[in-house]
């Protein structure tokens, strides 16, 4: 059983600070991908940003510059620091990854997902 666990979410004013972690449990051989994901009301869910197992990372055009991924893998865990938060990045966010768990080769799992408010 593997377990995604998010937090850092919030309430925060435009040109405010928020950072994301979301901590991975359970019988993880080892994570390879892992992303944050978002989910704004009425829109399709999009990617935010990812990593790779090699520290190689991709951002949405939206928040380059802005926000910056990273993980720790000793700590099975992925950031997502988010600065001069605006509006149009209030969303649900969700962490995804894919490890080796139970035999199985880049298995896919997803977060609960944690809410993002920007708002003054």
């Known amino acids: 059983q593997v377990q995604l666990v998010e937090s850092g979410g919030g309430l925060v004013q435009p040109g405010g600070s928020l950072r994301l972690s979301c901590a991975a449990s359970g019988s993880i051989f080892s994570i390879g991908y892992m992303g944050w994901y978002r989910q704004a009301p009425g829109k399709q869910r999009e990617l935010v940003a990812d990593?790779?197992?090699?520290?190689?990372?991709n951002y949405a055009d939206s928040v380059k510059g802005r926000f910056s991924i990273s993980r720790d893998d000793a700590k099975k865990t992925v950031y997502l620091q988010m600065n001069r938060l605006k509006p149009e990045d209030t969303a649900v966010y969700y962490c995804?990854?894919?490890?080796?768990?139970?035999?199985?080769?880049?298995?896919?799992?997803w977060g609960q997902g944690t809410q993002v408010t920007v708002s003054s």
């Open positions: 995804h990854l894919r490890a080796t768990t139970g035999g199985i080769i880049n298995r896919a799992y």
């Open positions: 990593i790779t197992s090699g520290g190689s990372t």
